[in-house]
């Protein structure tokens, strides 16, 4: 642009009055990613949620158990591929406050259900030939310091193990990673026919299934038929596909989304308002100078086009600062946080928007005072100055 030297003059003029416009246009952007990576933490779940994947559990809730008989039944549904049990184990590690996400599995079945979740080859040999064997994940094997062969107690307020001792012990034999990023790895766990023989009650049930089904079109239809199949049990079923499931847990926080657009929606609506007040008062404090310009030949698109310039120059300083600087912060954060918001990440998606917004605040700010400009008469302006 031959007017760059032009555009970033003016806006040294005001040193003090253009820093603190773009400190406020980088606090809004760094509010925006922040507020991006929790919604995608809280949300992404329900984004990365596999179509061919079911849950199934009871009627009433999630805390009531089904019978383990129903996974033959299950399994013999038209459309049904596979079948994996889980269960709510709720794991406490030393201190109340070490709870994470533990739950007996079949390894095998488990595995090929999440390819999401990578295990070494050998590392699922050992699993299946260790009773007591446990897997766990990157990021919870990160925050306690778990290695391979260490021997991990637990104990669960849920399910109270038979005998003398509350304590379950487990030998870690296996640490996996996620193929998909944002994916959970701050889980544990082992296996389910260990549970099931050591637990003190319950034995013969499970907290839900996950079923794969071989079309995704017939998801609700499939569905449909495994409910139909438990109809007036003792324990009926509620099928639903996963992003259901899942978004089913994130709106006990309310609608994520909605909180979060309305947040930023003011946060940018205020910073519309500074900036474009700081162009407003820019564009009167050179009112003569626009005549001058006019006078020496600058035509009304030229006027109109440095003054727009100006505005988004303003806008793109505070904003890139702003996603850069959430990024880094993000990027710092998410290992602290992958064990409470695995999914703590700030989405490319969100940087492309950020990029969007940058240039409509930008324009907007900017269109009012650039139009003024614009209309300025050459022989008023002047005046004004004399």
Do not use: C
């Amino acid at each position: 642009m031959k007017f760059a030297g032009l555009v970033w003059s003016n806006l040294k003029r005001r040193k003090l009055r253009t820093a603190l416009t773009v400190l406020s246009v980088l606090v809004a952007f760094l509010l925006f990613g922040f507020l991006g990576a929790i919604k995608q933490a809280l949300v992404g779940g329900v984004e990365m949620a596999d179509a061919t994947r079911l849950i199934v559990r009871h009627r009433v809730s999630i805390v009531q158990l089904l019978p383990v008989a129903y996974e033959a039944r299950i399994t013999r549904i038209p459309g049904v591929v596979s079948i994996s049990p889980q269960t709510w184990f709720n794991g406490i590690y030393q201190d109340p406050k070490n709870f994470f996400a533990s739950m007996p599995v079949a390894p095998a079945s488990f595995f090929d259900m999440y390819p999401e979740l990578a295990l070494p080859a050998a590392q699922m040999q050992a699993w299946q030939a260790t009773r007591t064997g446990a897997v766990v994940g990157r990021a919870l094997s990160d925050r306690f310091g778990w290695k391979i062969g260490d021997r991990v107690p637990l104990v669960s307020p849920i399910w109270p193990k038979a005998g003398a001792s509350e304590t379950w012990d487990f030998e870690v034999v296996g640490i996996f990673d996620a193929t998909k990023k944002g994916f959970d790895t701050s889980a544990f766990y082992f296996r389910q026919d260990y549970f099931d023989e050591a637990r003190q009650n319950g034995k013969g049930t499970i907290g839900w299934y996950t079923v794969r089904i071989d079309n995704p079109a017939n998801s609700a239809a499939v569905a449909k038929a495994i409910n139909l199949e438990f109809e007036n049990s003792p324990a009926e079923t509620k099928a639903e596909s996963e992003g259901a499931f899942a978004q089913g847990f994130v709106q006990q926080f309310g609608d994520i989304a909605v909180i979060v657009t309305a947040i930023l929606a003011a946060v940018f609506f205020t910073i519309l308002l500074v900036a474009g007040n700081t162009m407003a008062q820019s564009v009167r404090e050179r009112t003569s100078e626009l005549g001058v310009l006019k006078a020496i030949g600058f035509s009304n698109e030229h006027v109109l086009s440095i003054v727009i310039a100006e505005s988004l120059l303003i806008a793109a300083l505070g904003g890139v600062l702003g996603l850069g600087f959430a990024l880094l912060i993000v990027a710092a954060a998410a290992p602290a946080l992958a064990t409470y918001l695995p999914g703590f990440f700030l989405p490319a998606k969100n940087l492309v928007a950020g990029a969007g917004l940058i240039v409509v605040l930008g324009l907007v700010a900017g269109i009012l005072p650039a139009l003024t400009a614009m209309r300025l008469r050459i022989a008023e302006a002047l005046r004004r100055s004399a």
